[in-house]
């Protein structure tokens, strides 16, 4: 009798310490400046030996911005391309200083990212703030803030199986109750505030253009904004910041805004 009881005592420690070890799985959304206005939400894995690659179903966060700020919809990029991005005014929730993005998206067929234990984050959602703002600070929702509390809808969350068991069943990894974010969760726009300043010694050769446009006379080049006469954004490079590959674009004259530490310029291209 003894014995079955102490066998029985012993099942529960164990399942208790493997019920907390699973529950230490988990991941935090943070954000990573690409340069320029261009960001990434990534998802950061928790400290975890678990190397099953994690499967995810859905998953959502809300990008807080400074009233009035916006963000570039149309050329966001996400994990699964079909991404939902609902904006709302924060004034309608008593945060007039503030508007919001409530980024979700829902996948077809899950998503595998890396292993835990691989300690890789990963691109959930890339975007670009519009309007070039050089003061406020754009952040990740917390969960335990006190809007995410009032607004339980905002909150971070991703529904994603992490237990290597032979079933695929979902559940939310990030904790609702703790602040679900990581490392660089805000960024402060003063820091780009250097950008207004004029750009000299750059050269954008040759003009006319046929394909490549070569720059020289700068360093560091966060980001490149080419526009057309109408003011419409048709090329936004963040990679490959020496070149502009107009080879997809109609003949006709464009505006290339080059940003990089130092400040930024504006050159007219005619492309042929």
Same mark, same amino acid.
Do not use: W
């Given at each position: 009798m003894k014995k079955t009881t102490l066998t029985l005592l012993l099942c529960a420690v164990f399942a208790l310490?493997? &019920?907390?070890?699973? +529950?230490?799985?988990?991941?935090?959304?943070? /954000?990573?400046h690409n340069g320029g206005y261009s960001f990434t939400v990534q998802a950061v894995p928790n400290t975890s030996s678990n190397n099953f690659a994690?499967? =995810?179903?859905?998953?959502?966060?809300?990008?807080? #911005?400074?009233?009035?700020?916006?963000?570039?919809? +149309?050329?966001?990029?996400? #994990?699964?391309? +079909?991404?939902?991005? *609902?904006?709302? *005014?924060?004034? *309608?929730l008593g945060q007039a200083a503030i508007d919001g993005y409530l980024v979700t998206e829902t /996948?077809?067929?899950?998503? &595998? /990212?890396?292993?835990?234990?691989?300690?890789?984050?990963?691109?959930?959602?890339?975007?670009? =703030? *519009? @309007?070039s703002p050089t003061s406020g600070t754009m952040y990740i929702l917390e969960n335990n803030s006190a809007l995410a509390t009032t607004v339980t809808a905002l909150k971070s969350f991703m529904q994603a199986d992490m237990?290597?068991?032979?079933? +695929?069943?979902?559940?939310?990894?990030?904790?609702?109750?703790?602040?679900?974010? &990581?490392?660089?969760?805000?960024f402060d726009f003063n820091t780009l505030s250097t950008e207004q300043a004029e750009l000299t010694g750059v050269n954008v050769f040759p003009n006319p253009v046929k394909n490549v446009a070569r720059i020289t006379g700068v360093n560091d080049i966060h980001s490149i904004e080419v526009t057309n006469l109408n003011g419409q954004r048709v090329l936004n490079q963040v990679s490959s910041l020496s070149t502009i590959d107009m080879t997809s674009l109609?003949?006709?004259?464009?505006?290339?805004?080059?940003?990089?530490?130092? @400040?930024?310029k504006t050159v007219k291209l005619i492309k042929e």
């Amino acid at each position: 009798m003894k014995k079955t009881t102490l066998t029985l005592l012993l099942c529960a420690v164990f399942a208790l310490f493997g &019920s907390k070890a699973n +529950a230490q799985d988990g991941y935090t959304y943070t /954000l990573q400046h690409n340069g320029g206005y261009s960001f990434t939400v990534q998802a950061v894995p928790n400290t975890s030996s678990n190397n099953f690659a994690t499967s =995810v179903q859905s998953y959502g966060f809300t990008i807080i #911005l400074p009233d009035g700020e916006t963000i570039d919809t +149309a050329s966001a990029t996400s #994990l699964g391309g +079909a991404e939902s991005v *609902n904006f709302f *005014n924060g004034g *309608n929730l008593g945060q007039a200083a503030i508007d919001g993005y409530l980024v979700t998206e829902t /996948l077809g067929s899950p998503a &595998s /990212l890396p292993a835990p234990s691989a300690a890789t984050n990963s691109d959930m959602f890339t975007f670009t =703030v *519009n @309007g070039s703002p050089t003061s406020g600070t754009m952040y990740i929702l917390e969960n335990n803030s006190a809007l995410a509390t009032t607004v339980t809808a905002l909150k971070s969350f991703m529904q994603a199986d992490m237990i290597n068991d032979g079933s +695929a069943v979902f559940t939310n990894v990030v904790s609702p109750t703790d602040s679900g974010v &990581s490392g660089m969760s805000t960024f402060d726009f003063n820091t780009l505030s250097t950008e207004q300043a004029e750009l000299t010694g750059v050269n954008v050769f040759p003009n006319p253009v046929k394909n490549v446009a070569r720059i020289t006379g700068v360093n560091d080049i966060h980001s490149i904004e080419v526009t057309n006469l109408n003011g419409q954004r048709v090329l936004n490079q963040v990679s490959s910041l020496s070149t502009i590959d107009m080879t997809s674009l109609q003949t006709g004259i464009y505006f290339a805004k080059i940003t990089a530490s130092e @400040g930024s310029k504006t050159v007219k291209l005619i492309k042929e």
